[in-house]
Structure formats: structure tokens, C-alpha cells
């Protein structure tokens, strides 16, 4: 498995990078998110990548964090969503924005990545919630399992975990959250969902 690549940036399109490392050129998938991040052709790049082999192709997906990749993961595990599907997702959404769109059982949000329809839809949010809940709640973002191993959780997760520890179904805690800037700070975020939620009620 090849965890991630480092090199120079030799070519680069909407869905796909080159990267040479070592003398070696690595053509790697990427979402359109990730793309448009990119360096210009000749700098250096990081990918963190995911390896697929099938028993006619072997093909490598690349991602500009640690946390796109274990949400991409995640997505794939998913009856239903191959490679392709888990990268028109993230083409669309941020790893924070899938799990807030899991919490809130929001399956519209994932019709707007190509090929996914409103079955396969509601099937994600079936088949992640428990998943993405229970990481969230103990602040693991995507990893699951062990706190060292996983990836970082963003400012949007750390405030849904916030909420959800406050006594905030994960439902109502997703909804407000998903609602504001993800830019602002953990402690901006949650003052702002508990305000939202205070003049609901």
C-alpha cells in the first residue's frame, strides 16, 4: 500500500496529477477540490493516496489531506460506492460536510455528486451514521478506533462533538453546525449553533 507520495508536480488536470518521485511518474486520481489545490506544474506536492486493485487495473487516488482520505475510505465501504463515486463526493463536499450531512441524515446533500442518486443517497447516511457519529463524539474525525492514529478533526467536527456532549441530539447538533462558516474558530462556532438553537426553541 502506498501510504502517500511526495515529488514534483510534472502534470495535472481537473480529475488527475502526475507526481515524479524518485524517477518514477505516479499518475493519481484526484477530486476536482483537490485538483484546483494544487501547486502549478513543477512545484513540490504531498498526496495522500488510496490504492485500488481490480483484477484488470491497479489505480492510485490522491487526496491533499490525511482526513480526504480516511473519509474517502469510509465512502467506499459503502454497498454501492466505488472509487469513482467516493471521489465525485468529495469533488463536492468537504470530509467535514460529509459527516455533518451522515449526522443529520441529510441525504440530499450527496445527490449533488455525479452518480449518486437519492437510493444510494439515504443508503450512505444509513450505512455511516453509527460510524461517523461515534467518531465525532469522541473527537477522531474519520479514523475511528485509536486517537493517535486518526486523522485531525476539523473545527466543524470539534463543535458537533462540543454540542453532542452538552446534551444536543447529533441530529440538531449537525444541523446547526452545518449552517455556519467552518473557517471560524471551535469556540466561535459552538457560541454561534447554540444561539441558533436557543431561538428555535
Known amino acids: 500500500m502506498i501510504y502517500c507520495l511526495t515529488g514534483e508536480l510534472i502534470k495535472k488536470t481537473t480529475e488527475q496529477a502526475v507526481l515524479s518521485c524518485g524517477g518514477v511518474g505516479y499518475l493519481v486520481q484526484v477530486p476536482a477540490t483537490v485538483a484546483a489545490s494544487l501547486p502549478g506544474v513543477g512545484a513540490q506536492a504531498t498526496l495522500y493516496t488510496y490504492m485500488n486493485i481490480t483484477e484488470n487495473d491497479v489505480s492510485l487516488f490522491g487526496f491533499a489531506t490525511e482526513e480526504q482520505q480516511a473519509c474517502f475510505k469510509m465512502l467506499i465501504g459503502v454497498s454501492g460506492v466505488g472509487p469513482r463515486v467516493g471521489m465525485a463526493i468529495l469533488s463536492v463536499l468537504s470530509p467535514e460536510k460529509v459527516a455533518l450531512a451522515v449526522s443529520a441524515g441529510d441525504h440530499k446533500a450527496f ?10 443517497a439515504q443508503r450512505i447516511t444509513l450505512e455511516l451514521k453509527d460510524k461517523v457519529g461515534r467518531g465525532l463524539a469522541e473527537g477522531l ?4 478506533g485509536d486517537a493517535a ?13 462540543a454540542l ?14 452545518a449552517r455556519l462558516d467552518y473557517s471560524l474558530p471551535v469556540e466561535e462556532l459552538v457560541r454561534q449553533a447554540l444561539r441558533s438553537m436557543a431561538a428555535r426553541r
Open 111 to 120: 445527490t449533488a455528486a455525479s452518480g449518486v442518486g437519492p437510493k444510494l
Open 141 to 144: 474525525g474519520f479514523g475511528g
Open 149 to 161: 492514529a486518526a486523522p485531525p478533526a476539523g473545527a466543524a467536527s470539534q463543535a458537533l462533538a
Open 164 to 177: 453532542i456532549s452538552l446534551g444536543y441530539s447529533q441530529g440538531e447538533a449537525a444541523a446547526a453546525v
